[in-house]
């Protein structure tokens, strides 16, 4: 499925660490966003169809899926279909996983189709302001940072710290920049 140019930028990184501004920034840019479906409550901000496809537990099991998690209590996938539709018309997609699934991805994907990036929040504080700051009330905040998920995505597990570009995302200018040079540099 995957042809010579074609570029797939995989965000990571724990909750609140910049997954979504990348992404959406790298979007600007000329990427096309895969999105991935969910059976978590769509936030106020959210839309169905742009930000996730939002599932019900039934419908979630309907899907042909490249890769499934659990990511506090919830489930999330991406699928294979997705993926080639939307790499295909400009050979460059960004997708957002937790770490499950990005080592899912380089099992299954040719390591040159992909560049691995994880974002890092300077500080518990930030994250939790940010959090904040993005509108997520106080007790869905303190249930994610308290899931096993997020505590495993603060940090890299060394066989993906091997691959993955590190930036700790403390002004978002400067996060930018390292992105764009990244993706410029890699080759895809
Ligand atoms: N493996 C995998 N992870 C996903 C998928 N979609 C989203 N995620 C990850 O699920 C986690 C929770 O996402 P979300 O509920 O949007 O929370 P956020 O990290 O606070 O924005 C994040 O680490 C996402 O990267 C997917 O299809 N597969
Ligand atoms: N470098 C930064 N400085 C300040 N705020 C940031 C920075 N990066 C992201 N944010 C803000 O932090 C919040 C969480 O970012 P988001 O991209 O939603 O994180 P994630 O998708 O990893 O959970 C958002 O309100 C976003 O605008």
């Known amino acids: 499925m995957v042809q010579k140019q074609q570029k797939l930028v995989i965000l990571c990184g724990a909750p609140g660490s910049g997954k979504t501004t990348v992404q959406d920034f790298l979007v600007q840019s000329g990427f096309t966003k895969v999105i991935t479906h969910t059976t978590r409550k769509r936030r106020a901000t959210e839309q169905d169809?742009?930000?996730?496809?939002?599932?019900?537990?039934?419908?979630?099991?309907?899907?042909?899926?490249?890769?499934t998690v659990v990511y506090d209590g919830q489930a999330y996938g991406s699928s294979f279909e997705g993926l080639k539709k939307d790499l295909l018309p400009t050979g460059k997609a960004v997708i957002v996983l937790d770490t499950q699934?990005?080592?899912?991805?380089?099992?299954?994907?040719?390591?040159?189709?992909?560049?691995?990036?994880?974002?890092?929040?300077?500080?518990?504080?930030?994250?939790?302001?940010?959090?904040?700051?993005?509108?997520?009330?106080?007790?869905?905040?303190?249930?994610?940072?308290?899931?096993?998920?997020?505590?495993?995505?603060?940090?890299?597990?060394?066989?993906?710290?091997?691959?993955?570009?590190?930036?700790?995302?403390?002004?978002?200018?400067?996060?930018?920049?390292?992105?764009?040079?990244?993706?410029?540099?890699?080759?895809?």
Request: zero cysteines; hydrophobic letters at 35%; aromatic letters at 6%.
């Open 49 to 67: 169809g742009h930000d996730y496809y939002f599932e019900t537990a039934t419908s979630f099991k309907s899907k042909h899926y490249l890769e």
């Open 101 to 188: 699934g990005v080592k899912a991805y380089l099992e299954k994907l040719p390591a040159e189709l992909l560049t691995v990036i994880f974002l890092k929040v300077p500080s518990k504080k930030l994250q939790k302001e940010r959090l904040i700051a993005r509108g997520d009330n106080l007790a869905s905040i303190k249930q994610r940072l308290a899931s096993k998920e997020a505590k495993r995505d603060e940090k890299l597990s060394p066989e993906l710290e091997s691959v993955a570009h590190v930036l700790v995302n403390q002004e978002l200018a400067k996060t930018l920049a390292q992105v764009k040079r990244i993706v410029t540099d890699t080759p895809g």
